[in-house]
Nanobody
Framework: QVQLVESGGGLVQAGGSLRLSCAAS????????MGWYRQTTGKQRELVAS???????NYTASVKGRFTISRDNAKNTVYLQMNSLKPEDTAVYLC?????????????WGQGTQVTVSS
């Protein structure tokens, strides 16, 4: 089992910055990748950014150049630095940890943290 606890959401004006944190505990060695998803009412959950155990990163097009995902292995924590925030970034942001096999995938989720960007 893996437990994830997010922090760092809040209200910010457009153009501002926030940093989200996700602390992982439990069977951390089994995690293949971690990421941040976001969800708004009526929309499908969207992958925002991910980072593998080998530190390969991936971003959705709308956040490239503005968001940065990073990890601190000593603290078992993944961060999402969000700069130049836009009102359309408003969502609940959820931390994800992923385990993969050749034919399966297992996801763990945090409780989510609200990010609200005012115009």
């Amino acid at each position: 089992q893996v437990q994830l606890v997010e922090s760092g959401g809040g209200l910010v004006q457009a153009g501002g910055s926030l940093r989200l944190s996700c602390a992982a505990s439990g069977n951390i060695a089994s995690i293949d990748a971690m990421g941040w998803y976001r969800q708004t009412t009526g929309k499908q959950r969207e992958l925002v950014a991910s980072i593998t155990s080998g530190a390969t990163t991936n971003y959705t097009a709308s956040v490239k150049g503005r968001f940065t995902i990073s990890r601190d292995n000593a603290k078992n924590t993944v961060y999402l630095q969000m700069n130049s925030l836009k009102p359309e970034d408003t969502a609940v942001y959820l931390c994800n940890a992923e385990r993969r096999g050749s034919t399966w995938r297992l996801d763990y989720w945090g409780q989510g943290t609200q990010v609200t960007v005012s115009s």
